[in-house]
């Protein structure tokens, strides 16, 4: 291993990569410090704080930008929505399908269009986050000029960190959307590591110190390994191509394999899950603050909070768990369904010459894929939600109070394992050894 990392650096071009990719995510983490002029940083604080495990994953993905009202205090995510929104439409408009089928330049012009989407949701979330602060006092003045102020600053700083991200893909390593989103996951690990020391080894025996610093370790030693184990998990489905005769000559006849990834979704239908049940709660805790709301809507509030989850003294609350992972099977089978086209496959397979042992091509072929699908989807999806529900257990019973969980790990594992295995063929094509191997 230290030697692969040792002949990263013999290569010219790889180490121009990284280089352009440090010096970018520098500017990411400079960029988050900056505060949005007419802001108080100490009212935000205060308000996270107040807002508890609700604001966390938020607070994770915007490497605590948020928190500080900086200049990237959207992050990528209004990018992330609208990528997921032209998924979801190029599956609905014929127009963005056929885009699609054109190949190299017709992803071009859906990457242009995304970008249009995601300058006007920046806007539109901006101009919300700057009328209703503003309408609360949380800006130290509340008038157009302001407003327009603190739009402009949010939507041009979202736009910059889409803009580098872009860059990072094309003279970097790896995908640079990810890459901007994890290492503003991994700039909370210190600090998160810090309270966890300070608050179940710190002060406390030797014994019971030991055993919490244990305990801590294998939690977090063991969630990794199974995100890594769900994020390379495959079925393989065998597949034998028909013999042909191309003037005197067979050809084909070989045989390979389609990988069905166990987990297919990624962790799309975490995010999914998370957004639609601690949105609400985020909103409320801003406008209204933790207690702002009282009686049946206040009660379905704490049961959407993941804060009040698994706590001895209230754990009727933990229903909304429940509610979390159905989501989450959910999600994986809906997102699935409109990223991975069983009959399509089954139809190129029959017109290639191709087939799955003891399976007649056509309809039964993709019959016995969509079997085969809905069973890992299964399978994946109670992997997400093992992952993403025990950092929240610990957090429920423990009282550890920390802004990365599993979706934050399944996120930061899925992109280090992808970004490895683009420095891999980055190596192999100068017949060096990788990481992998």
Known sequence: MFQSFINVFKIKELRRRILFVFLMLIVVRLGSGIPVAGVDPDVFKNLFSAAGDSMSF??????????????????????????????????????????????????????????????????????????????????????????????????????VLMWIGEQITEHGIGNGISIVLIINIISRIPSDLTSLYEQFIAGKIVAKAILSAIIILVVIIGTV????????????????????????????????????????????????????????????????????????????????????????????????????????????YFYTSITFNPLEIANNMKKQ???????????????????????????GAIGLSIVAIIPIVFNGLFGANVSFGGTSIIIVVGVVIETLKQVESHMMVRNYKGFLD
Not at 94 to 117: A, C, D, F, N, S
């Open 58 to 159: 938020f607070d994770a993905i915007t490497g605590g930008s948020f928190e500080k009202m900086s200049v990237f205090a959207l992050s990528i995510t209004p990018y992330i929505t609208a990528s997921i929104i032209m998924q979801l439409l190029t599956i609905a408009i014929p127009k963005l399908e056929e885009m699609q089928r054109e190949g190299e330049q017709g992803r071009k012009k859906i990457t242009e269009i995304t970008r249009y989407v995601t300058v006007g949701l920046s806007l539109f979330e901006s101009g919300a986050m700057a009328i209703g602060f503003g309408r609360s006092g949380y800006l130290t003045e509340f008038n157009a000029l302001y407003v327009i102020l603190v739009m402009t600053v949010l939507t041009g700083g979202s736009t």
């Open 353 to 379: 010459g191709g087939s799955i042992p003891g399976i007649r091509p056509g309809k039964p072929t993709s019959d016995y894929l969509q079997s085969v699908l809905n069973n890992i989807i299964f399978i």
């Open 225 to 332: 390994v199974l995100v890594v184990y769900l994020q390379n998990a495959e079925r393989k489905i065998p597949v034998q191509y028909s013999r042909k005769m191309q003037g005197r000559k067979q050809v084909g006849g070989n045989s390979t394999f389609i990988p069905l990834k166990v987990n297919t979704a990624g962790v799309i239908p975490v995010i999914f899950a998370q957004s639609l049940m601690q949105t609400p709660v985020i909103i409320v805790s801003l406008v209204k603050g933790q207690n702002g709301v009282e009686g049946f809507w206040g009660e379905v509030l704490k049961v959407l909070s993941q804060s009040n989850w698994f706590k001895t003294d209230q754990f009727w609350y933990t229903i909304g768990a429940v509610i979390y992972i159905l989501l989450i099977i959910a999600f994986a």
